[in-house]
């Protein structure tokens, strides 16, 4: 382990250094040179990493961050994870293993079966694999026995199929990654506004006045989204940030593709940074909504009132709620200084274009939902929701976890989708709402989830209450993983354990009918296609769409969706998605020419779909964490070596944390006050009811956090979030407001 000084500015040379260092794992240069030049352009592979946007106008020198070639070298790195590799080990020996160590034997190459007792996997030809998950759909009482796990890497075409085919099976149990990140801004954002994504584009950020980010570090998670900042400043926008910790990429950034950003200084990205204590971004929007309405007394057109009586309803209560609050009260509560929330709401106060961008440290909370629809009152308040420069901008994590929700990965979708689905296709799909993925743990755990198949992810180590989690996988009669990479939840499986490995991101798909293209959507609603430009390293990978395929034409038959059909050519998929999904009409003739085209949005437009058609004022619950004196309060986080469960390495250089993930981030004050000591090992435990939850063996490391609250790194602290813990509502794991104690 190694501490130093944590990082004031993100990207720059270092950047540039260290992605190339990763790439070593891909092998020659020629072959790294041949996968980073065709990232991000048009034609060419859309990152596996995350879902920013790409940018009109695309950079010859390089479309991509450092933390997308991290996420191109763990795809492609040489090494293989074949039969020979599971006949040497048990799988006693590899869950003694980190996931880091998981993750760097290389890439799955053929279909591999293990069953309850047996000490290791072992290959099965893929008609057998088939076979017997066919068999084991079949053979289950009702079609609400199996759950069916989305990860956000999975294409349209392979959602689309995959809903389909399970909802044929007959049930609505899809649970996908959304349901742990960002269901409560879909909640938020249907209830408001009509729409569950965002509102803005990338153009947006170009003409906006003000941009407050909630919750979220782009440095880390979103690079290229500080390019889009650099140009926001550029153009005189504001940054205000709020955020437990001072995260480097939003203090300065250094342009990688700028002769400023690497030899010169590069550029300051926040203009206020306001450390709030975990949780208590209601509390300071309050106070910061009542301000404005004290200050629009006397100045009315700080607000947008004629955006609030035409377009929005419910102001008066909202503003009965507002005007109760203890504003001394709420500003303790927030942990900031009066000033330096004054010189928010003058920031808000004078301009009128405002972007709001926010990730999970506002939506894994109890009170998630309740945090978005703040933040949504204040730009009602602006009347900053269907004009340029301005609206909602939640930012997703996976590259089409959003692509996955519209092609209708959903355990509730609305009847109308189920309608078209019905006259499509002519069956009729199942209406009772299916399971999410806490929902779906308890079924498992409890026996009644009997087959398990997971489209991508690592379903263990995302999950909340590790230890229930495991048991759950365990309890199951098959699991079956499609994976590229070996996980976690591998080794944890039913009686029967299938692992089915599938082509990645990189590869070229090759069917019947030549070289085929797959399609995204990014986290702003934009459509666009991806194709791989590497040979598959094994002669047994087949690509998502061709296994559902398979599974499906065995489950279900070909009687209502010719299967092998549709996997001959990707055009035919997509033709049912055009006949099946709003705005992905004529969708193949819109993907000619590297088009890529933007998905309807009525809050971009200002036109509010939902039940009321306007836009809604809410009034929203404060965080009630009710901590004991020897508690604090837990958030669980990333480092900078890691994309979700993907752990790249084990440094963390922006926060100054080297060789080590079991560390746990401390204020200086609390360290002191519990007795304990800096660089000290420790257990982190909670007892949430009757159940003790515990880590052991992680380092106390002194930081720059609030009092009270602490930071750790996920997965290594998952077993402490509890399966109860939800965001009301949304029902999201509270993985960022876990109260925990800490002792020697």
């Given amino acids: 382990m190694k501490l130093t000084k944590q990082a004031e500015s993100a990207a720059g040379a270092k950047g540039i250094f260290h992605a190339l260092k990763m790439t070593r794992r891909i092998g020659s240069p020629f072959k790294v040179f041949e996968l980073l030049k065709n990232l991000n352009q048009k034609g060419g592979t859309d990152c596996p990493g995350c879902a920013w946007p790409d940018p009109k106008h695309r950079s010859k020198l390089g479309e991509f961050c450092e933390n997308g070639a991290k996420a191109i070298a763990e795809e492609a790195m040489n090494a293989n994870c074949d039969a020979e590799f599971f006949s040497k080990h048990p799988l006693s020996s590899l869950k003694k293993q980190t996931d880091y160590w998981l993750g760097m034997q290389g890439r799955l190459t053929q279909p591999m079966l293990v069953r309850k007792g047996e000490t290791h996997y072992k290959p099965i030809p893929w008609e057998a694999a088939f076979n ?37 099976f007959g049930t609505n149990n899809l649970p996908d990654c959304s349901n742990m990140c960002h269901e409560s801004s879909g909640v938020a954002l249907n209830h408001t506004l009509g729409i569950g994504k965002g509102s803005v584009k990338l153009e947006d950020f170009y003409k906006s006045e003000l941009i407050l980010i909630f919750g979220q570090n782009p440095g880390t998670n979103h690079p290229r989204m500080l390019s889009a900042l650099e140009k926001a400043k550029a153009n005189g926008a504001k940054v205000v940030v709020i955020n437990p910790l001072k995260e480097a990429g939003l203090l300065h950034f250094k342009n990688p593709q700028k002769v400023s950003g690497v030899l010169g200084k590069g550029v300051d990205i926040a203009d206020l940074y306001l450390q709030v204590k975990i949780n208590e971004d209601v509390s300071l929007l309050k106070v910061v909504l009542k301000r404005l309405l004290e200050l629009a007394e006397k100045a009315p057109d700080i607000l947008d009132r004629t955006f609030i009586e035409q377009k929005t309803e419910g102001f008066q209560e909202f503003k009965k709620e507002i005007d ?48 978005i629809q703040e933040v949504v009152n ?124 599938c082509l990645g991101r990189t590869d070229k798909i090759v069917e019947a009918s030549g070289e085929q293209k797959l399609t995204v959507e990014n986290s702003m609603g934009i459509v666009h296609a991806t194709r791989g430009n590497m040979e598959p390293r094994s002669k047994f990978l087949l690509s998502e769409p061709h296994i559902i395929a398979q599974i499906a034409a065995k489950t279900v038959g070909i009687k209502i969706v010719d299967w092998t059909g549709l996997i001959d050519n990707y055009d035919r998929i997509r033709d049912l998605i055009s006949k099946s999904i709003k705005g992905f009409e004529a969708f193949n003739e819109k993907l000619k020419n590297e088009k890529v085209f933007e998905l309807p949005n009525g809050p971009r437009e200002g036109v509010f779909t939902n039940a009321i058609g306007k836009a809604r004022f809410t009034t929203n619950a404060l965080s009630n964490h009710q901590l004991e004196k020897d508690e604090l309060l837990m958030m669980t986080i990333r480092s900078h070596d890691q994309f979700n469960t993907t752990i790249y390495g084990l440094d963390d250089r922006y926060r100054g944390i080297y060789g080590i993930r079991k560390v746990v981030l401390m204020n200086v004050i609390d360290i002191e006050n519990l007795g304990l000591d800096a660089n000290s090992t420790v257990t982190i435990y909670n007892n949430y009811t009757d159940t003790r939850r515990q880590v052991k063996g992680f380092t106390i490391v002194p930081y720059d956090i609030p009092q009270g609250c602490v930071a750790t790194y996920f997965p290594e602290c998952n077993p402490l979030i509890p399966i109860d813990q939800t965001a009301r509502k949304s029902n999201t794991p509270a993985s960022k407001s876990v109260k925990v104690r800490i002792r020697n």
């Avoid at 068999?135 to 079609?143: D, E, G, H």
């Avoid at 026995?145 to 199929?161: H, P, V, W």
């Avoid at 001394?328 to 709001?356: D, T």
């Fill in 132 to 168: 017997m998950v066919a068999s084991q759909l079949k053979s289950l009482p009702t079609p609400d026995d199996a759950i069916f796990y989305t990860s956000g890497r999975t294409s349209n075409e392979a959602a689309f199929l995959y809903q389909l085919f399970v909802r044929i």
């Fill in 324 to 371: 109760k609050i203890n504003r001394e009260e709420l500003v303790a509560r927030a942990g900031l200084q009066v000033l330096e929330i004054e010189n928010f709401v003058q920031l808000i106060a004078s301009r009128k274009k405002i972007i709001a961008c926010w990730a999970m440290g506002l939506t894994q909370h109890v009170n998630g939902v309740d945090a």
């Fill in 378 to 501: 204040l730009l009602l308040l602006k009347g900053s929701i269907g004009k340029p420069g301005a609206g909602t901008c939640p930012v997703r994590g996976h590259s089409n976890v959003q692509g996955d929700r519209t092609m209708g990965i959903h355990e509730k979708p609305s009847r109308e989708f189920l309608d078209t689905l019905a006259n499509t296709f002519h069956f009729k799909p199942p209406t009772k709402e299916g399971v999410d993925v806490v929902a779906a743990i308890k079924l498992m755990h409890a026996q009644q989830g009997k087959v398990f198949v997971s489209m991508g992810g690592n379903f263990l180590a995302a999950a909340p209450d590790t230890s229930l989690t495991k048991e759950a996988m365990e309890n199951c009669q098959m699991t079956v993983h499609v994976s590229t990479k070996l996980n976690r939840s591998h080794l944890h499986h039913g009686e029967i354990g299938l692992i089915l490995p």
